[in-house]
């Protein structure tokens, strides 16, 4: 591996003082001395140092000056945080120390520290941490990735979120990272936001509440069928009935934010919601699995915009479970319907024509289907 891709720092960007320690041509032994600490070298230098050894391909070297570094006293390792030392040192600082929130805080706070650091930081700061983060307005609006970062990150505070879209808005920066975007501009237009305050406010603690009882499952609609009828019943399963009141009480914008960083059951709840705008929230999230896409293409009680997504989306539609729910839903457009009839098996095509929920064109092109396959002998 070459020193450019192996190490944080080419050599001749690293303070002349170190070269002999740092230089992978130099001896040996001389160098595991300085990876193990074992050198006159203090404050920055010693920990810029010690994070260039840490990625030497020597592996012997790289453990021991990851040892060395992770050791160090959290003053010196502080101090080095809150330096003018190379921006590449900052930032794998950041990602080794991304546990220590005191560390962590005066990277955040170093305008050396680069942009790649803070995006790391970002995705997993605690509420501080976020906040502090947040303060850095021309930070953000340079780099509108970190405030994308903040914003899927379960621990910031709604009313920050609120805050972050409204400055980007205002700005003319666009979050492209965060399809709901637009929605939660026109959400918030003409709201009064809150300023930033030192503890969480009562509408952040409501957020967190329905983050907290929202869960990693796809089946938070129950559905009982009728076969008789041809009719089925969708209800909130009894678990998840206080995130559905939780949800209900939602603005707008909390709704949004809910769809991009909750979990399945929340999104299958949203994914209902009567405003076009959340439902397609949900149903765009990255987290979207086609276990719930399937569920929600059985479903009759979401909109059909919500259906002609899950018929157009190539990933999910090598599933014939996805299919046949798409199929037989009378709210799906007939036109994503009538484009895989042609997939069924002819039991369900029989079927299919027999429905009296489905329209009429459906139930006529699923006969002519059965005519064929039968003809071909494949009845």
Not at 301 to 306: F, H, I, M, T, Y
Not at 312 to 317: G, V
Request: net charge neutral; aromatic share 4%; with cysteine.
């Amino acid at each position: 591996m070459s020193e450019s891709t192996s190490l944080p720092l080419p050599l001749a960007e690293l303070p002349e003082s170190l070269h002999r320690f740092a230089d992978p041509k130099a001896p040996g032994p001389a160098r595991l001395m300085a990876a193990k600490g074992l050198v006159p070298i203090k404050g920055g230098d010693l920990v810029t140092l010690m994070v260039q050894l840490a990625a030497d391909p020597d592996a012997g070297i790289a453990s021991a000056a990851d040892a060395t570094l992770t050791g160090l006293p959290e003053n010196v390792l502080r101090a080095a945080a809150e330096a003018a030392i190379p921006g590449a040192i900052l930032e794998a600082l950041a990602r080794k120390f991304i546990d220590r929130e005191p560390l962590l805080e005066a990277l955040v706070m170093n305008h050396n520290t680069p942009d790649a650091a803070i995006i790391v930081v970002a995705r997993s700061a605690s509420d501080h941490l976020c906040e502090v983060i947040a303060t850095n307005q021309q930070r953000l609006l340079n780099q509108p990735v970190i405030v994308e970062a903040l914003y899927k990150n379960r621990n910031m505070r709604m009313s920050t979120a609120d805050r972050l879209v409204e400055l980007c808005a205002r700005n003319g920066v666009e979050l492209t990272g965060i399809p709901s975007f637009a929605e939660h501009v026109a959400a918030i237009t003409g709201q009064l936001i809150p300023e930033p305050t030192d503890e969480p406010l009562p509408g952040d603690l409501i957020f967190q509440e329905a983050l907290a009882a929202d869960a990693d499952d796809p089946d938070a609609i129950v559905r009982e069928v009728n076969p008789l009828l041809d009719e089925q019943e969708e209800k909130v399963a009894d678990k998840f009935k206080p995130l559905s009141f939780q949800i209900k009480a939602m603005t707008k914008s909390e709704k949004l934010r809910l769809a991009v960083i909750g979990d399945a059951a929340a999104r299958a709840l949203l994914v209902r919601d009567t405003n076009k705008g959340i439902a397609m929230a949900a149903m765009s999230s990255p987290k979207m699995t086609e276990k719930e896409a399937t569920n929600i293409a059985c479903s009759r009680e979401v909109g059909a915009d919500v259906l002609r997504y899950i018929g157009t989306r190539r990933k999910w539609l090598q599933s014939y479970e996805l299919k046949m729910a798409l199929i037989f839903n009378p709210k799906t457009p007939v036109g994503i319907s009538m484009a895989f009839v042609s997939h069924l098996r002819i039991n369900d095509l029989r079927t299919l024509a027999k429905s009296r929920s489905v329209a009429q064109p459906l139930k006529t092109l699923a006969r002519q289907r059965v005519e064929v396959l039968e003809k071909a002998g494949r009845g």
